[in-house]
Structures are given as structure tokens and as C-alpha cells.
């Protein structure tokens, strides 16, 4: 039943592939049965730093008190969900605090970070047809993306692998090279409703887009009339160090799409929109049986007042820039690195072996990275790590580096 690398579960239990869980995911052995502020404890009691957050989700760590209380008081209330057929408290808000720190006039919850672009490229597509002849309906990508799962974000996806099997993927989305040229011809006004883009694309490599190309895309996107979405389910909600990853750029896109921190852990997404755009929305447009529940909404009003504290940005900002001169100390000391990239609290490493084979080697050394490709590593901390644990997760990776 088990094997040697069963590292974490103990021996009457079964090894992953033998689960009744459909194998949509190589799962690591270890078992978690507890979190304790930035470390994971699996069931033989072994600690792990995460470096990894569940994917960018557990900004606030494992255990957060205040998380913790906003979930209970949900429950006391006794509503877990009502529907979207009427008005409740969290959620409006919620929408009140993310249109008062953003660009946004209007907000729409769903449940995670697929559909909240799959949301945007219909509200995109809603409103393009809406200011044009009906031909404005076009959903442009860029190359490297990652946009979700679902038919549509998956046509948005710029991932060989994960698009091939599923084909027919979702029609009127293209993907286009991140260079001037190619998106002043791809980004046709009178076809093309919206481009998406992730400011930092995080499962294709950790890739920071340049200034001067996200400039170039708000310029030719608002002269031509097509929506610029950002897609910050990753890297926005205060892991570059601003709220808003747009805030970062300087940008102002015209909807924002995001999800994994948003509720501490419970599933949630949003979708962000100006007014022009959410005037075209109307009933039976769009919907969701549990998007915006007030046990998740409570949940994420907690969230969002925490990653929004100035003191915690300005942390994230400065304990960012000095994690990174950490990872390159160590790529010139281990001379096992190809490349850094990053900013805030998201750093991509591109190591010369397998990502693999480096993951699996700090499960031994307790520490948890992910990868965004065959031969990049991917540190998505905890945004309440403080400089000794970034220290400690530097030195366990220049260990299982070396
Ligand atoms: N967009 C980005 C940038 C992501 O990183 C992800 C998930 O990794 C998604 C969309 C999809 O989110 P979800 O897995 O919640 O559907």
C-alpha cells in the first residue's frame, strides 16, 4: 500500500494514486492535518514553511484569528447562504469597500478564479456588442497566460498541454504575442471587446510584464475602444505590495478580475467593473447560485481590511526587494539558477534541474515551493511572512538548491 516516498502518511493509508480522488492532481505524500501561522504540520507531526500559500491563497497564513472570528460570527447568524434572489449585508459591504480603494463602480462575486474571468469575457462581450453593430464580441490573450480551466478561460490559456485534450475549446478568443506590434494588429476595434492580461503572469513562469508594454496596451485599448481586463487572482490583493496589482503599473484597467486570497481560504472570486461597463449588465445576464454568500463575504471583509493596511503593503514592498537580493545571493553561490524574476511577495526561480526533483526535496527539508514550468520554481509566501521566516525559507532553499 505505501512506499518509501509515503514520507508523511502513516502506513495503514493509502499512497495518492490509489484514492478515490480522480487524479487531476499529482499529489505530494505528505498529509496535512494542521496549520499554525506560516507552517503546515502533516500527520507524523513534521513542519513545513510554506513558501506556496495553497497557490496564493493563504495571504494571512494558517490560523488567523481574525479570520477565525469573522467566520464564526457568520455562522451564528445562521446564514450561511440565502441565494442571490435577495439582499444581504456582507456581501453590499464587501462591494462597498473594493469599489471605495479601486477604480471600480460595480462588483459581482462568484466562486472562484475561472469564473470570475469566465464572468468578464461575458460582461466584455456584453458590452462590446452593446457600442457596436454586434461584432465587437473578440477576447484577446497573451502568450504565456494562464486564465483558468473552464472552456473559455481555458481558450484564454496559453498552456499546449492543458488545451489539446478538450478541444473544441470556446470560440472568439485568441492568444497573441506580448509585443506593440502584434497586439496593434491583433486588437482590431471593431471586433475585439476586451484583452485580458495577468500584470504578472504566475503560472507561466512568473513573468513581470513590462511598463512600457501594459502602457502601450491601455493606449491602444482606450483608443479603440476595447476593455483592458486585468486578471489579478494571483498577484493582486496586496502581493506586489500595492492592493491592487494595476496600482503597481500605474494603470487603470477598466475590469479586474480576483479570487484566490479574497476569503481567507473559503471559495470566492470578483469581478470588477466600471460603470460603463456594469450599465449594459442587467438581470439574467449573468449569475450564480453562491456567488457572494455572507459566510464567505464576512469572511473576505476580514481579508481585504488586512491586505489593505498601508503598514502591511509597505512590508510586503520592502521585505520583497530584500528576499529577492537573498535569492540572488543564492543563485550566485549555488550557481544552480538560470534566472530571477519578481516583485513583492511572488518570485519565479528557473533552476538548471527539474523543478521536480528540487520540490521533492524540500519536502524532506520541510519547506513547500511550487513551480510554474518544468524548470521554474515559484515562492508565493504567506504576505504576513515575516524577514526571519523569508530568511529561513532562503536558507532551506539554497540547502535543497545545493
Ligand atoms: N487566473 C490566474 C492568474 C490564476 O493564477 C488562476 C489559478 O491559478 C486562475 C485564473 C484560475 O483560478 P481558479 O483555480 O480559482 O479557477
Known amino acids: 500500500m505505501t512506499s518509501l516516498t509515503d514520507a508523511g502518511a502513516p502506513p495503514d493509508k493509502p499512497a495518492a494514486a490509489e484514492l478515490p480522488i480522480l487524479g487531476t492532481y499529482k499529489r505530494a505524500p505528505m498529509q496535512f492535518v494542521r496549520g499554525e501561522g506560516v507552517e503546515l504540520v502533516d500527520v507524523a507531526g513534521k513542519r513545513y514553511l510554506d513558501l506556496g500559500s495553497g497557490i496564493a491563497v493563504n495571504a494571512l497564513g494558517y490560523g488567523d484569528a481574525g479570520v477565525r472570528k469573522a467566520i464564526v460570527a457568520a455562522l451564528d447568524t445562521g446564514l450561511i447562504h440565502v441565494s442571490n434572489l435577495y439582499r444581504t449585508e456582507p456581501a453590499e459591504t464587501l462591494a462597498a469597500s473594493l469599489v471605495a480603494q479601486s477604480f471600480a463602480d460595480k462588483v459581482f462575486f462568484c466562486n472562484s478564479g475561472a469564473e470570475a474571468n469566465e464572468g468578464a469575457f461575458k460582461f466584455a462581450r456584453r458590452w462590446g456588442r452593446s457600442v457596436s453593430s454586434g461584432a465587437k464580441t473578440g477576447i484577446v490573450a497573451l502568450r504565456g497566460s494562464f486564465h483558468g480551466r473552464l472552456f473559455a ?66 493606449r491602444l485599448t482606450s483608443e479603440r475602444g476595447i476593455a483592458l481586463v486585468f486578471d489579478e487572482i494571483q498577484c493582486g490583493l496586496g502581493r506586489l505590495g500595492t492592493l491592487f496589482a494595476y496600482e503597481s503599473f500605474g494603470i487603470v484597467p477598466d475590469m479586474v478580475t480576483i479570487a484566490k486570497p479574497l476569503a481567507g481560504g473559503l471559495p470566492m472570486g470578483a469581478i470588477l467593473v466600471t460603470a460603463e461597463i456594469g450599465s449594459v449588465i442587467k438581470p439574467g445576464d449573468h449569475g450564480t447560485t453562491f456567488g457572494g454568500g455572507p459566510l464567505v463575504a464576512r469572511a473576505a471583509i476580514e481579508v481585504l481590511r488586512r491586505v489593505s493596511d498601508p503598514a502591511l503593503l509597505k512590508d510586503i514592498r520592502d521585505n520583497g526587494a530584500w528576499f529577492g537580493e537573498m535569492l540572488r545571493g ?15 511577495y511572488m518570485w519565479g526561480i528557473d533552476v ?3 523543478a521536480s526533483d528540487v520540490i521533492e526535496r524540500g519536502w524532506d527539508a520541510g519547506v513547500l515551493i511550487l513551480s510554474a514550468g518544468d524548470h521554474t520554481l515559484r515562492l508565493l509566501p504567506p504576505l504576513v511572512m515575516s524577514r526571519d521566516d523569508l530568511s529561513r525559507g532562503a536558507a532551506l532553499l539554497e540547502q535543497v538548491l545545493g
Request: aromatic share 2%.
Open 153 to 218: 478561460s481555458l481558450a484564454a490559456t496559453d498552456r499546449p498541454s492543458y488545451r489539446a485534450p478538450f478541444r473544441p475549446l470556446a470560440g472568439g478568443i485568441s492568444i497573441c504575442e506580448r509585443d506593440p506590434r502584434a497586439l496593434d494588429v491583433a486588437l482590431d476595434g471593431d471586433s475585439v471587446a476586451a484583452v485580458i492580461v495577468e500584470p504578472v503572469q504566475g503560472e507561466g513562469g512568473v513573468r513581470v510584464l513590462e511598463e512600457s508594454l501594459l502602457e502601450e496596451l491601455r
Open 330 to 344: 543564492i543563485a550566485k553561490r549555488t550557481g544552480k539558477v538560470r534566472a530571477i524574476r519578481g516583485m513583492g
Open 352 to 354: 538548471v534541474e527539474k
